[in-house]
């Protein structure tokens, strides 16, 4: 008598023995692969796994690209090891899927810059819980990278990473918090993460503290606490933390006199770190020859190196050293080049200076509706002969503006009242001139 459905039983039983047989076998050819592997068998290793690589075995897959990547039995070659990390991360291999992201991010040896690939793997990695992909996801949120900005996505990817013990995922969201970007301003939240970034690991959080203490963002200010911020950031090699410690020193923070030896001392070691401000006041001790013997080939060397990071007092300084050939042969068009820099960020000397230079065709053609832009940034930001030059083209119907002697009327006063005697003469002749016009008014009248 037969039994119904016996032989497609024992088929179904027999398939899942081979099935549960073939991954002890597997998993007993990975183990050797890493036995080999932590020895640093590396030929033996990769001939395991690339056996089981190609019979589908994904911690062989992800392990070849791993080899490939960093050269280990076999010349470094990024094009593989994509190839097999493809592998292993269309089988949901979590640092499979991260290392495509990163590579892809990066763009190496053969394998181009592809931000739109990055996103996508960063996003399977960290769905399936990966950390680091969460916070590389929220970067590429928060700088809008291969995907629109969005700083609310980018708080939510860092919380996720955050929640699970990220002290970067910390740091970088209480930089949201302090701002105020993708999520509610509040200085209390910041701190309370830089804290807890700093307890994780973070030092660079230290700077951020230190920046909080210095200037009473949600805290009483205390200038202590500040500076022993900065130092344990400064002792790690941040050359903004070391370039707020030159500051504290040379006005006098840390003691009841500036003490300008220990200032430029702080002040190279952020240049070293290659920190902008601290090039840019390397170079301005040696300009004005503080504590050191006065070079200006030096100062025009930190000066350009503070210039190229686009600090904006170095460009500034550097225009007027190709200006005046002071430490570099003359030269008008980079002299103009920049301080037009300069002038581009927000620097009032510079656009100060611009404006004069266009308003007498100094190294320029001159061109007064350039002129009148650049005295007017200057004007606003309360110099007084700039406020004066912008009245004067007022008066005058100069550079494409409309003749307006009320305004002419204003901004003379403004120059006027921080005590500008070409201002003060002008409205003096005005007010004589309004005078003798109200009397022949009046005579007419009577």
Known sequence: MKVKGVKGSMRKILAVFLIIFSSNLFAADYAEGMDYYKAGNYPKAFRVFFKLAKTGDVESQFQLGYMYMHAEAVPKNMVKAVKWFEKAAEQNHSAAQINLAVIYHNGKQGVPQNYKLAFEWYKKSAESGNVTAMRNLGEMYEKGTAVKQSYSKAARWYKRAAKQGDAVSHHYLAILYLNGYGVRHSDKRAMMLFTKAIELGNIGSHRYLGAMYFEGWGVDKDI???????????????????????????????????????????????????????????????????????????????????????????????????????????????????????????????????????????????????????????????????????????????????????????????????????????????????????????????
């Open 224 to 446: 202590e606490k500040a500076l022993d911020h900065y130092q344990q950031a400064a002792d790690n090699g941040d050359g903004v933390s070391q370039y707020r410690i030159g500051y504290a020193y040379e006005n006098a923070l840390l003691s009841k006199e500036p003490d300008m030896r220990n200032a430029l001392k702080w002040y190279e070691k952020a240049a070293d770190n290659n920190d902008p401000d601290g090039q840019y006041n390397v170079g301005r001790f040696y300009k004005e020859g503080i504590v050191v013997s006065q070079n200006d080939q030096r100062a025009f060397g930190w000066f350009y190196r503070a210039a190229e990071k686009e600090q904006p007092d170095a460009c500034y300084e550097l225009g007027m050293m190709y200006l005046n050939g002071i430490g570099v042969d003359r030269d008008f068009m980079r002299s103009v080049n920049w301080i037009t820099k300069g002038a581009d960020l927000n620097h009032v000397q510079a656009s100060y200076k611009l404006a004069n230079m266009y308003k007498k065709g100094e190294g320029v053609i001159k061109n007064m509706s350039k002129a009148y832009k650049y005295y007017l940034v200057a004007a606003e930001a309360g110099i007084a002969d700039a406020q004066y030059n912008v009245g004067r083209i007022f008066h005058r119907g100069l550079g494409g503006v409309n003749r307006d002697v009320v305004e002419a009327v204003n901004w003379w006063t403004k120059a006027a009242d921080q005590g500008h005697k070409m201002a003060l003469k002008k409205l003096r002749k005005i007010d004589v001139i309004t005078s003798q016009q109200y009397m022949k008014k009046s005579k007419k009248t009577k």
